[in-house]
């Protein structure tokens, strides 16, 4: 173990009942670093840190602490952060009744007696070395979220911390917050403390990081300096394609190009909302088949629930057919010939304990009207048609759709905006954790929809898929849309260069 | 015999199984201990008119007002996950507004001051408005159901005793006792009627609308219920609304029953009975799919479980402690680790028999 290692991990094994979630990686943070662990979803960057932090127990593997010489086995968070080892989370878990002094010491005080006087006066210190804009006695709930967040750093560093593990810092932070908190965090890299920074936002990785690990589904890909690794390189890394073997692949995707003199389906102009997705501009045609694209939290599905009325609309108009239409709720979206299959399918797109039959039908129902519902014969017609078009494998129509597969609560879904016959429908990760049987299916019917002049954007986090059914990608970063790819433009190295962003884009941006 | 047991067990899997074999229960108890509950005589009451007495009209009579918050607390615990506890207490207020339109502020009434269909309709929108505002505390505050009715649940007797003015009417007008009790010449309770018309009311509202459908899915998923157009704030806000319906109609028979009100002592701890019907009728408490017909089977196993209990003589300060006895029953034999052990039971069973048809044959 070399001086400058705050921490060292050696070949962790951990995996749970049917995934191996870490295969034999290896991690080191060095003193005075800042490094970022990166990787898409279900690539272990938090299993890694719950290991660490004696959240879970590791299978196999070691981990050495600086100052120690034996592998150490870290059995609770409390054990981690007697060893110095601190996490912040993305969720403050601090208590927003209590003071900021209070909330910087409660809980390590071996005293009964609490002695304000002293916690007020350290914890004014503290604030004041770290340069941390608050006082001692203030509520903590009255602070805004980047100033509780430092709070919670604060405590960390104040606990001798040798290594501080920041999980997703900035999600909630604005830019004049996140500047403030990389101000801290270069702040305590001068003072010789490792940081672990797990992030989705490329631009504030490059910033501040000086070392970035890459996992990709429970592997190690590699450990750079980030200074020597170039973004559409990190990008390739993390999603798991060499640059050089991508060109190949593209080439079988759909060709339903469509006019260019025809009224869009869909217009959306600075269209916005308060999910935090910067003003962005998109149009569909009839029969067009186009997608959002980027990485995990990108802003992809937020642009899509922006235009479905989903979330809150700020800003932005939107034409249907060349005439200025208001979708402020899905219900509008939904009269305006709009479907939206969502992204999370359990929370939003199936009710649960309802059989199959009605969530079909729902949909279809709710736009009808409260005092013409259909008659069960009618009900079962419809859920009968679609569970055979889409062969939707149930044990009958009553049956409640929890107990479906995956997939078929999936097609069950698909079948109730189907119903609907919208003109424009959104589908937002339709293929996630379904079989690839099931995926190629819908795909295909995507197309055929399609074809026969309906308007449809494709979600999906697996780019090829992405390129078999879309003939436009609207590329986005960090919740902006930054650019447009057609055509000839419209390959996974353009792609990942367009994700990347800085360097050589060859991207179409309108 | 293969086919006995799949019929049992399709029977068994039912919904309506368990409320009704509970019903079953009380009665077949009454039935050994004392057939005197089934007797039926036409005796002439005390209007000089032939009336039907018996146990069983007694349970059906006086489990009227049950069976409408059975109805309304129904469709609040599907739509909200969460029960209306104030019930007792806006019957009181509703129950006041229909003697203070209909007495004024006399005392002791000969005549009645206005039409008794523009009280009901009044005592109606008095329950719909105390339900609005708990709708709205629910659905728009999202506070805890069980919270947000406490309020009116503390206040509802003072409010009620305000609106009278501190007053207690008593009324004196035959014909407005008839609604409580019987209408001249008919041996039937009148309150039987009514029981009867709000279930088939509820029954074709929940055929001809798509309040069932509405109500379980945004009880099951708000969400998802959202994205396919409904809004779960006015669902929310609908059920509690129906629920002060309920009330009114409650509230009216009650105060014909007795002629007279008492604010602070009428329909004393009925929410908890009503809660207990939805509970009985198979209906999880958190919300979501249910079962109406259910509801009204377990408001009347109620109302017999009383009757039962004060035909046995059992004195009226006795009668919670058997009645949680016995509810505690009920209860465990419809909770969810007890119905899986049955189920497993039934699974082997019918392996077992069909096994010896293979056999057999």
């Not at chain 1, 450990?223 to 690794?229: G, H, I, P, S, T």
């Not at chain 1, 009325?309 to 709720?329: F, L, S």
């Not at chain 2, 396919?228 to 129906?242: A, E, F, Q």
Request: charged fraction near 20%; glycine fraction near 8%; include cysteine.
């Amino acid at each position: 173990m070399l001086d400058n290692t705050v921490l060292s991990m050696r070949g962790i094994c951990k995996s749970f009942p049917g995934v191996n979630a870490l295969k034999n990686v290896d991690f080191t943070l060095r003193c005075g670093e800042v490094h970022a662990l990166m990787g898409e979803n279900g690539a272990g960057k938090s299993t890694l840190i719950k290991v660490l932090t004696g959240v879970y127990a590791k299978d196999a593997g070691q981990v050495y602490i600086k100052g120690d010489e034996k592998a150490l086995t870290i059995k609770s968070p409390q054990e981690a952060q007697n060893l110095g080892i601190s996490t912040v989370y993305q969720e403050i878990t601090l208590c927003p009744n209590l003071s900021v002094a209070e909330n910087m010491f409660i809980g390590r005080d071996k005293d009964t007696i609490v002695n304000w006087r002293r916690m007020n006066t350290r914890a004014r210190e503290i604030l004041d070395t770290l340069d941390i804009p608050a006082t001692p006695a203030q509520q903590l709930a009255n602070c805004s979220i980047a100033i509780q967040q430092m709070v919670a750093i604060a405590r960390a560093v104040d606990m001798d911390c040798k290594a501080l593990i920041l999980d997703e810092p900035t999600s909630s932070l604005d830019e004049n917050e996140v500047a403030k908190l990389f101000t801290l965090m270069r702040d305590l890299k001068t003072r010789g403390v490792g940081i672990i920074f797990v992030t989705h936002f490329l631009d504030q990785v490059y910033e501040v990081s000086d070392r970035i690990t890459v996992l990709r589904g429970g592997e190690l890909v590699g450990e750079f300096l980030a200074r020597d690794l170039p973004r559409v390189e990190l990008v390739s890394k993390m999603m798991g394609k060499e640059l050089d073997d991508l060109e190949s692949i593209s080439g079988g995707k759909a060709s339903i190009d469509a006019k260019l003199d025809q009224i869009p389906v869909l217009e959306a102009y600075g269209l916005t909302s308060n999910s935090g997705v910067k003003p962005f501009d998109f149009t569909i045609k009839r029969g067009e088949v186009n997608g959002f694209t980027g990485l995990l939290g990108s802003g992809r599905s937020e642009c899509v629930r922006a235009i479905y009325g989903a979330d809150r609309v700020t800003g932005g108009q939107v034409k249907m057919n060349g005439r200025n239409v208001k979708i402020d709720e899905p219900f509008a979206a939904m009269k305006h010939g709009v479907g939206y299959l969502p992204e999370d399918r359990k929370r939003d797109g199936i009710i649960a304990e309802l059989s199959v039959r009605e969530n079909i039908i729902i949909a279809l129902q709710v736009m009808r009207g409260f005092f013409r519902p259909f008659t069960a014969a009618q009900a079962k017609a419809f859920a009968d048609e679609y569970i055979k078009l889409l062969a939707i494998k149930t044990a009958s129509v009553d049956t409640p759709i929890a107990s479906l597969s995956g997939g078929n609560q999936q097609k069950a879904i698909l079948a109730r905006w189907l119903l609907t016959h919208p003109e424009y429908l959104i589908l937002d990760e339709p293929t996630r954790g379904i079989d690839i049987g099931t995926k190629i299916e819908i795909q295909k019917l995507v197309l055929e929809l399609a074809s026969e002049g309906m308007s449809i954007t494709f979600i999906s986090s697996e780019i090829e898929e992405m390129l078999r059914v879309c003939s436009r990608l609207v590329v986005m970063r960090d919740l902006r849309v930054v650019g447009e790819l057609s055509g000839e433009d419209l390959t996974q190295t353009n792609i990942m260069r367009t994700i990347a962003g800085n360097e050589a884009r060859n991207g179409r941006y309108s | 015999m293969a086919d006995i047991v799949s019929i049992i067990r399709k029977i068994t899997k039912h919904h309506l199984f368990v409320p009704i074999i509970c019903l079953f229960l009380v009665i077949l108890f009454n039935l050994i201990d004392n057939p005197q509950f089934f007797r039926l005589e036409m005796r002439t009451s005390s209007a000089g008119y032939p009336t039907l007495f018996g146990s069983i009209i007694s349970v059906l009579n006086n489990g009227t007002e049950l069976v409408f918050l059975a109805i309304g607390m129904t469709l609040v615990t599907a739509a909200s996950g969460g029960q209306d506890i104030s019930v007792g207490s806006t019957i009181a207020i509703a129950g006041c507004v229909i003697m203070r339109v209909l007495c004024g502020t006399e005392t002791q009434v000969y005549e009645l001051h206005n039409l008794v269909i523009v009280a009901v309709v009044l005592g109606c929108l008095a329950g719909m408005l105390a339900g609005a505002f708990n709708g709205i505390l629910v659905s728009v505050f999202r506070i805890q159901p069980m919270v947000a009715t406490l309020i009116l649940f503390t206040a509802g007797r003072s409010i009620g005793s305000m609106v009278l003015g501190g007053n207690k009417p008593m009324v004196h007008v035959d014909a407005f006792s008839y609604w409580g009790n019987f209408i001249p010449g008919i041996p039937i309770p009148t309150p039987i009627f009514f029981a009867l018309a709000g279930v088939i009311v509820i029954f074709l509202v929940l055929k001809f609308t798509n309040l069932a459908l509405y109500a379980q899915s945004v009880g099951i998923n708000e969400n998802a219920s959202r994205l396919n157009g409904l809004n779960p704030r006015s669902v929310k806000m609908m059920t509690y609304i129906i629920m002060g319906v309920c009330v009114g109609i409650a509230a009216f028979l009650q105060v014909s029953r007795q002629s007279s009100i008492n604010p602070i002592t009428i329909t004393k701890n009925i929410e908890m009975d009503a809660i207990l019907a939805v509970a009985l009728g198979g209906n999880a408490l958190s919300g979501g799919k249910f079962s109406m017909a259910g509801s009204v089977i377990g408001a009347y196993t109620i109302q017999a479980l009383s009757t039962t209990l004060s035909t046995h003589n059992v004195p009226s300060e006795g009668v919670p402690a058997y009645k949680a006895i016995i509810i505690i029953l009920i209860v465990i034999v419809q909770a969810p680790v007890v119905k899986e052990f049955f189920g497993k039971f039934w699974g082997n069973l019918t392996k077992k028999s069909s096994g010896t048809i293979r056999k057999v044959a």
